[in-house]
């Protein structure tokens, strides 16, 4: 991974747990949507490792707005955000023609 700083505590970090403070840093800017890459997961108790092209990336912003009433007016207004950061990816048979290797999760992984 390069080099790069913690985004919460800006301590520099060569790994994607800051040695500092903990946070996880995911960087998915070395994902090329042309090019197969490796994913290892962690999920339900069981760790995942696949080969996958990335097909979608989305960043979905929404907003509300509420009214805010005193005495039966609206007297202003209230906005709410919300943001959420999608990544699909497709599974892809490795060279050995595997689908994905599944093995039980162990408390270090
Ligand atoms: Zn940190």
Redesign the pocket.
């Known amino acids: 991974m390069k080099r790069t700083n ?6 520099p ?1 060569n790994e994607v747990v ?6 996880v ?1 995911y960087d998915f800017t070395a994902i090329d949507s042309e090019k197969p890459t490796y994913i290892c997961m962690n999920m339900d108790g069981k760790q995942f490792v696949f080969r996958a092209l990335m097909v979608s990336a989305n960043i979905d912003l929404e907003q509300d707005e509420y009214p805010l009433f005193a005495d039966n007016r609206v007297v202003s207004t209230s906005q709410h955000y919300r943001a959420r950061a999608s990544i699909e990816f497709m599974i892809l048979q490795d060279d050995e023609g595997v689908l994905m290797k599944v093995r039980e999760k162990k408390d270090d992984d």
């Open positions: 913690c985004p919460n505590c800006g301590a970090i800051c040695p500092y403070c903990g946070t840093f």
